[in-house]
């Protein structure tokens, strides 16, 4: 079992730095990929690392409110197991879809994710990143009370401290 694991993670990790290699040749020798052209103002990707308990959603909510309007995109960014740091064949993959989507651009990605260093992928324009803070009192008393009564996006989920009087 131990060998097989073994033999996967060498095999992950061979592809992830064979999408790398791609990726820096595309980049470096033949430049960006001129299969649609775009202009410097929708060229524009813009990450929003969502940091829990600091209004991220009433922030994401007026992204899509605003999208239409403003002709941009909105994604969201679903991790496995909601863990924020991606594996390095998944940031391969992350990074070619980010800069070669055209028809997505521009574009608001928002989800809780780690930062990712495009240029150490060899890409030249690189996305925007942007976080929301709150002052950590404000945020803690946030977390208590979505503990305590949850919020309006899953009413039917029940959480543990859900009503708890302590």
């Not at 991220?56 to 007026?62: D, M």
Request: aromatic share 12%; proline share 4%.
């Amino acid at each position: 079992y131990m060998e097989i694991l073994y033999l996967s993670s060498l095999t992950e990790r061979a592809i992830a730095r064979h999408e790398v290699r791609e990726i820096e040749q595309r980049h470096t020798v033949d430049g960006p990929r001129q299969d649609v052209t775009l202009d410097e103002e929708d060229d524009v990707v813009i990450i929003y690392n969502r940091v829990p308990k600091t209004a991220s959603t009433s922030f994401t909510n007026i992204a899509y409110d605003l999208c239409a309007k403003n002709k941009y995109h909105v994604l969201h960014i679903n991790t496995t197991k909601n863990n924020p740091v991606m594996s390095l064949q998944d940031q391969v993959r992350f990074v070619k879809n980010v800069t070669s989507w055209k028809e997505m651009k521009p574009g608001f990605y928002h989800g809780h994710i780690s930062y990712l260093d495009f240029a150490k992928f060899g890409v030249k324009k690189k996305p925007i990143y942007i976080n929301v803070i709150r002052d950590p009192i404000e945020r803690l008393v946030s977390y208590y009370y979505f503990l305590r009564f949850g919020d309006d996006y899953r009413p039917g989920l029940r959480r543990r401290k859900q009503g708890d009087k302590k």
